[in-house]
């Protein structure tokens, strides 16, 4: 069965949301705004683990360890398929005959032609931020049923793409479009 978010605690969202953002899917080091330390972080990465929203791999040298061993290689952490998938961003393809993870899903850019690793989250969340007044907050995470830190980091994968997603504040509501050059052309009958 898979997790859902409302089965996480607010540390273990910031983290996979942070992670999910990063474009190699490395949880550490954690985000700063995380206040748990200690035995208090490593309980919360080791129930993720737990429930197979991120796995231990072996770290490149820059990485931040989670755990090694004499012998043994340096671990770190990294989000697997089934977390993207808890957060509402991934489908699920991890391979568990290999034991290993699958690769994260590309968000389809406009005009792209759509990848079969699409969704029709993401491909909503596109459609609405191609709209010449794009979309608020609200309106996004509640048609897309993810939380605000959710939306967040899809916006973020896309900016690292290379897609400029303007931020529009008036009167207190934040709502996040492409900007005009960006936007695909609305054909008649698309809307």
Known sequence: MPVKPTQLSDTQLVILTAAA??????????????????????????????????AETEALPNDAIWREADGEPRLTLMITDAGLAALGLGEETLSPAEGELGTHEVLQAPGETPQPSSTPKRDRLIARLSSPAGASVDTLTTELGWLPHTLRAAISGLRKRGLDVETIRDDGVTAYRFTPAQAPAVEPGDE
């Open 21 to 54: 953002a990063r474009e190699d899917g490395r949880l550490l080091p954690p985000p700063t705004t995380i206040k748990a330390r200690g035995s208090a972080l490593t309980a919360s990465l080791q129930s993720l683990i737990d429930k197979g929203l991120t």
